[in-house]
T-cell receptor, first 117, second 115 residues
Framework: GAVVSQHPSWVICKSGTSVKIECRSLDFQATTMFWYRQFPKQSLMLMATSNEGSKATYEQGVEKDKFLINHASLTLSTLTVTSAHPEDSSFYIC?????????????FGPGTRLTVL | AQKVTQAQTEISVVEKEDVTLDCVYETRDTTYYLFWYKQPPSGELVFLIRRNSFDEQNEISGRYSWNFQKSTSSFNFTITASQVVDSAVYFCALSGGYNFNKFYFGSGTKLNVKP
């Protein structure tokens, strides 16, 4: 397998503030990382695909200016929720594709629970 | 269109029972991949299996087995002799051959294994 970490694991912030979530591939290089959002008792929704050194590709309906994604290195992608509001409260999960691993699949981080007051 | 349907929202079994989680998919791709992931209460998704569309052989890994049938577009997952530690939400996912990066997840099946 492959290991992906996320930091922080949970965060509580006030409405209007920005929150940054980090996603790291610990034992492999990830040219492509993904950000998902999961509401309670629901499935994962892909928010964006993050490619190292280029702009992220956002899914339809996801606000680019609200959810800023930076993939500056082969092992780190960050998601910044700008001017967070209570409706942004959710479980955010990142994954990374490990193309040099068997199997070639997406490996998921442990998730970050965001609560906006 | 790509779609994954997990019709069973929640299943409860008693320990040592066998249980099958259903997954039905839709795709127009001739090459595609199917996956199962486990999400325990901690939240982290754990990879269980990947299957490509050209390999219809069933697979067994310990107490886990998977039945892939292209004729019915199904990729069902069976846990034999279930254990309390199997309690989790299980997701089936599909990715297309031309856009492997995009995963389409089913809605998940919550499995409760009672002692």
């Amino acid at each position: 397998g492959a290991v992906v970490s996320q930091h922080p694991s949970w965060v509580i912030c006030k409405s209007g503030t920005s929150v940054k979530i980090e996603c790291r591939s610990l034992d492999f290089q990830a040219t492509t990382m993904f950000w998902y959002r999961q509401f309670p008792k629901q499935s994962l929704m892909l928010m964006a695909t993050s490619n190292e050194g280029s702009k992220a590709t956002y899914e339809q309906g996801v606000e680019k200016d609200k959810f800023l994604i930076n993939h500056a290195s082969l092992t780190l992608s960050t998601l910044t929720v700008t001017s967070a509001h209570p409706e942004d409260s959710s479980f955010y999960i990142c994954s990374a594709r490990a193309i040099d691993r068997v199997p070639d699949t997406q490996y998921f981080g442990p998730g970050t629970r965001l609560t906006v007051l | 269109a790509q779609k994954v349907t997990q019709a069973q929202t929640e299943i409860s079994v008693v320990e040592k029972e066998d249980v099958t989680l259903d997954c039905v998919y839709e795709t127009r791709d001739t090459t595609y991949y199917l996956f199962w992931y486990k999400q325990p209460p901690s939240g982290e998704l754990v990879f269980l299996i990947r299957r490509n569309s050209f390999d219809e052989q069933n697979e067994i890994s310990g107490r886990y087995s998977w039945n892939f049938q292209k004729s019915t577009s199904s990729f069902n997952f069976t846990i034999t002799a279930s254990q309390v530690v199997d309690s989790a939400v299980y997701f089936c996912a599909l990715s297309g051959g031309y856009n492997f990066n995009k995963f389409y997840f089913g809605s998940g099946t919550k499995l409760n294994v009672k002692p």
